[in-house]
C-alpha cells in the first residue's frame, strides 16, 4: 500500500522537477535572444550591487558633507564602468589623451576656394626671336621636371651672334689683335648668354667650331602645365608667353568672411577646412595673410590659407568651407572622437586606473580642427579614450543590458 503511493509520489515530483527545468532554460533562451549575445571585453565580470535598483535610471549619491558626488551626477543613462586587461587594450588600439587647457573660439563659416600659390607659378618665356622647331610638351596637364626640355628654338640672331663667336675665336691666332679679340669674344659671349645659351653650350660652339641651330627652353621649376600658347612652327619673341608651369605641392585656400566678422580675424588663427570634393577630410590650417579691402560687392574680406598639398587631392578651383575659430578663449577640450554621442547622451569614457573606464556624461562647446571644448563633466589633468571608445562604450552598454559592472554586483534589472 506505502509502495505504490511513494512510487506516484516520486513521479509526480519528477515530473515538476522537470517541468521546472524546462521553463528556467526557455527563460533563459529568451533572454538572450531578445538581448543578443554579449561580446566580453573582460571575462572577469564581478556582480553589481543588489540595491542598484531595478531600472537604468541615472543613480545619484552624496559625499560625506552631504553634497551631490559630481561623478555621478553626471551618470549616463544604460552605461556602467568597465575593466579591461591590458593585452586586449592593445589589441583594439585603445589610446588614451589629457584633458587640457587649449584656446578655442565662436566658430565663423565661409566658402572657400583652392587658389594656385601665386609664388609657385613661373610664366616661360623666350630671349630670342624666332620660330619653335619642337615642343616636349604635347597637352596642358603634363608634369614636367625642373630643368627638363620644353620647346626648341630657331634664331636667325642667335644663328648670327654664335657666327661671330666662331669668328673672333679664330682671329685668336693673329698676335697684333689678340688682345682686342678677346675683349670682344668676351662681350659675345655675355651676349650669348643673355639671349638664353648655357656657359657648356657656348664652350661647345668654341671647340666645335659649329653653331648650334636651336637654343633649347628648359622648365625654370616642377610642375603641372597650366597653359601652352604656342605650337611648332609658331613665331616669338620675347614678349611671347610660350606656358605657364605651376607647382601645386602647395596651394592657396581663399576664404571670403563676413563684413560682420572682419575686426575678428587676425594672421595666425586656427581654421578647418573642408572639401566635400577631396573626400571631406578635414585640413587643419592658420590664417597667413589678410588682405586690406573688402570686395564692394559681396561686402566679404578675404583671407589666405597655405595648404600642403603633396598628394595633389586640394585642386586650384575646388570649392569648399572655411571654419575659423574667433573670440578665443582658454577652455577645455578633448579629442573629437573622444566623444561618443547617442542622440540620447553625449559622453566620454573617464580612465580610473588598473583598465577601468567610467562612462562621464560632458556638455560640449565649439568645435574646432580636432578637438572639442568641454564644458561640464570634465575636470583638467584627468584622462579620457580618444581612440577605440565605441568597443569600450559597446561593452558599458552590454554590460549595463545584463546588469553586470566592473567591481559591482548582481542586479535586479533581469526581474
Not at 337 to 343: K, L, M, P, R
Amino acid at each position: 500500500m506505502i509502495r505504490p503511493l511513494v512510487a506516484r509520489w516520486w513521479r509526480t515530483l519528477s515530473l515538476a522537477a522537470l517541468a521546472a527545468l524546462v521553463l528556467t532554460l526557455g527563460s533563459l533562451l529568451a533572454q538572450h535572444l531578445r538581448h543578443g549575445w554579449p561580446f566580453s571585453l573582460h571575462h572577469d565580470v564581478t556582480p553589481v550591487d543588489p540595491h542598484a535598483g531595478h531600472d537604468a535610471a541615472a543613480p545619484t549619491a552624496t559625499m560625506g558633507d552631504g553634497a551631490v558626488d559630481p561623478h555621478v551626477a553626471h551618470a549616463v543613462p544604460s552605461r556602467v564602468a568597465v575593466a579591461v586587461p591590458r593585452a586586449q587594450l592593445d589589441a583594439i588600439g585603445v589610446r588614451i589623451a589629457r584633458v587640457m587647457m587649449d584656446d578655442v573660439g565662436r566658430p565663423v563659416r565661409a566658402v572657400a576656394t583652392v587658389a594656385l600659390d601665386e609664388s609657385r607659378v613661373s610664366h616661360v618665356h623666350t630671349r630670342v626671336a624666332g620660330w619653335i622647331e619642337r615642343l616636349y610638351v604635347n597637352t596642358t596637364g603634363q608634369r614636367v621636371e625642373r630643368g627638363a626640355a620644353l620647346a626648341a628654338i630657331f634664331s636667325q640672331e642667335l644663328l648670327a651672334s654664335q657666327n661671330e663667336l666662331i669668328a673672333l675665336r679664330q682671329n685668336l691666332a693673329n698676335p697684333t689683335t689678340a688682345m682686342a679679340t678677346q675683349s670682344l669674344l668676351a662681350a659675345t659671349r655675355g651676349r650669348l648668354s643673355v639671349l638664353g645659351m648655357t656657359a657648356g653650350e657656348i664652350a661647345q660652339v668654341e671647340r666645335t667650331g659649329r653653331p648650334m641651330r636651336n637654343v633649347t627652353v628648359v622648365a625654370p621649376r616642377s610642375g603641372v602645365v597650366l597653359h601652352r600658347g604656342i605650337a611648332v612652327g609658331t613665331a616669338v619673341d620675347p614678349s611671347t608667353e610660350l606656358l605657364t608651369v605651376a607647382d601645386l605641392s602647395t596651394v592657396w585656400v581663399l576664404a571670403e568672411i563676413p563684413e560682420s566678422e572682419a575686426s575678428a580675424v587676425a594672421v595666425g588663427q586656427a581654421a578647418e577646412l573642408t572639401f566635400e570634393a577631396a573626400g571631406g577630410a578635414a585640413v587643419a590650417a592658420r590664417v597667413a595673410f589678410v588682405y586690406p579691402t573688402l570686395d564692394e560687392q559681396t561686402r566679404t574680406l578675404r583671407v589666405r590659407f597655405e595648404v600642403p598639398n603633396a598628394a595633389g587631392a586640394l585642386r586650384p578651383g575646388m570649392y569648399g568651407t572655411a571654419t575659423l575659430a574667433v573670440a578665443t578663449r582658454r577652455a577645455l577640450v578633448v579629442p573629437r572622437d573622444a566623444v561618443v554621442d547617442t542622440g540620447a547622451s553625449t559622453h566620454v569614457f573617464v580612465v580610473e586606473g588598473d583598465g577601468r573606464f567610467s562612462p562621464r556624461a560632458v556638455t560640449l562647446g565649439a568645435r574646432v580642427g580636432e578637438r572639442t571644448e568641454v564644458r561640464e563633466g570634465l575636470m583638467e589633468g584627468e584622462s579620457v579614450v580618444a581612440s577605440g571608445v565605441f568597443l569600450i562604450d559597446s561593452e558599458s552598454r552590454l554590460r549595463a543590458t545584463s546588469g553586470t559592472s566592473a567591481g559591482g554586483h548582481s542586479g535586479h534589472g533581469g526581474h
